[in-house]
T-cell receptor, first 115, second 111 residues
């Protein structure tokens, strides 16, 4: 079945550094990918919608310059957390819509810990 | 192998009746279960959740039931309304906060 892979699954970094998280659709093409952040009360917050070949659409309140999203190909989107701070520590999840089926598939998330 | 399974890809229910969405899981270490609702072209939104120490959680028209011995949970929507037509994702949380999603069930509410 369709798989969305996120890498790395866990990352620890120092405050002030930048971290890149990859989201790949392994056996299907995805024109649209979504990035979410998980908050302590278990809810997912949609951060941005990423469309291949165009700029990401960010949700209100999400800093574009801090959370850089690039969707360079139909199988890869990246989220770069720039100048990370401890409050950016969270679980980041991506999902992708299959180009052919329109189904939505989730990655297994990436846990970011900023020291 | 899928740890969270939603075996019905779609479900049609008459408006006003009860919608029951089912979800099965295999990992006994899951400690929290969540349901998300997704409209076309939007990201999923959190709907309701339940801790593994409970067997029922109710919020308005939405009730989630958990049967740990059967590793099964269900979402009940009653009465079903046209705005409930969406894709519903079941998800489960492992103790390290990793969330595993099912593949979703598309609910159609018929007039």
């Amino acid at each position: 079945g369709a798989v969305v892979s996120q890498h790395p699954s866990r990352v620890i970094c120092k405050s002030g550094t930048s971290v890149k998280i990859e989201c790949r659709s392994l056996d299907f093409q995805a024109t649209t990918m979504f990035w979410y952040r998980q908050f302590p009360k278990k809810s997912l917050m949609l951060m941005a919608t990423s469309n291949e070949g165009s700029k990401a659409t960010y949700e209100q309140g999400v800093e574009k310059d801090k959370f850089l999203i690039n969707h360079a190909s139909l199988t890869l989107s990246t989220l770069t957390v720039t100048s990370a701070h401890p409050e950016d520590s969270s679980f980041y999840i991506c999902s992708a819509i299959g180009q052919d089926t329109g189904e939505l598939f989730f990655g297994e998330g990436s846990r970011l810990t900023v020291l | 192998d899928q740890q969270v399974k939603q075996n019905s890809p779609s479900l049609s229910v008459q408006e006003g009746r009860i919608s029951i969405l089912n979800c099965d899981y295999t990992n006994s270490m899951f400690d929290y279960f969540l349901w998300y609702k997704k409209y076309p072209a939007e990201g999923p939104t959190f709907l309701i959740s339940i801790s593994s120490i409970k067997d029922k959680n109710e919020d308005g028209r939405f009730t989630v039931f958990l049967n740990k011995s059967a590793k099964h949970l269900s979402l009940h929507i009653v009465p079903s309304q046209p705005g409930d037509s969406a894709v519903y994702f079941c998800a489960a949380r492992e103790r390290d906060d990793k969330i595993i999603f099912g593949k979703g069930t598309r609910l159609h509410i018929l007039p």
